[in-house]
């Protein structure tokens, strides 16, 4: 089965500074990975996805890279604002709709990022 | 707010026990995902259902077990617990297989 790796584990930058963390994936067949960020005592929320068609994406301060042929793909946090302060996941999936009865979501360990203001 | 609802938000048994979590999916999610959260862990995956059927398993153990029922609501069972069960479980839906998951709050488990 899929199996996600995520570094670093912590990562602490000062306020202003970019952010970066990456994940690799082993299974080619993934074609979906999302990252999550989770704040203290809430659930995981969606913050950016990029699927396998694309190479980058990008949504104001944050980016997603992927690299199908390494298969690894990274957040990108720039400007980071002390409210950037969480844990975040990266996942990968399989996408193939209503055809697919075998289809799960696995997650890395996790990055706990602190923004220093 | 997701629009994943948990219940019970805390719940405080002893070993041996069963409890049974709760979650309501977003309105017109038919799949429903269960994760289970150890201290300092990432997201395990437990189990799929979309619309009533076991779509996958992961790393659920035996003594776990979960329904959806037909109005969508789905159910985890843990039996026999053991200290080591003690996490914070949640529940995710989307409203495509593997697509966007919203998850829940989560049921904070401790197991005494």
Same mark, same amino acid.
């Given at each position: ?24 994936? &082993?299974? &080619? ?89 | ?36 959260? $150890? ?46 069960? $003690? ?6 839906? $989307? ?18």
């Amino acid at each position: 089965g899929e199996n996600v790796e995520q570094h670093p584990s912590t990562l602490s930058v000062q306020e202003g500074d970019s952010a970066v963390i990456k994940c690799t994936y &082993s299974d &080619s067949a993934s074609n979906y990975f999302p990252w999550y960020k989770q704040e203290l005592g809430k659930g995981p929320q969606l913050i950016i996805d990029i699927r396998s068609n694309v190479g980058e994406k990008k949504d104001q301060r944050i980016a997603v890279t992927l690299n199908k042929t390494a298969k690894h793909f990274s957040l990108h946090i720039t400007e980071t604002q002390p409210e950037d302060s969480a844990v975040y996941f990266c996942a990968a999936s399989i996408l193939m709709g209503l055809t697919d009865n075998n289809n799960d979501m696995r997650f890395g360990a996790g990055t706990r990022l602190t923004v220093k203001p | 707010d997701s629009g994943v609802t948990q219940t019970p938000k805390h719940l405080i048994t002893a070993t041996g026990q069963r409890v049974t979590l709760r979650c309501s999916p977003r309105s017109g999610d038919l799949s429903v995902y269960w994760y289970q959260q $150890s201290l300092d862990q990432g997201l395990q995956f437990l189990i799929h259902y979309y619309n009533g059927e076991e779509r996958a398993k992961g790393n659920i153990l035996e003594r776990f077990s979960a329904q959806q029922f037909p109005d969508l609501h789905s159910e985890l069972n843990l039996s026999s617990l053991e200290l080591g069960d $003690s996490a914070l479980y949640f529940c995710a839906s $989307s409203s495509l297989l593997g697509d966007e998951q919203f998850f829940g709050p989560g049921t904070r488990l401790t197991v005494l």
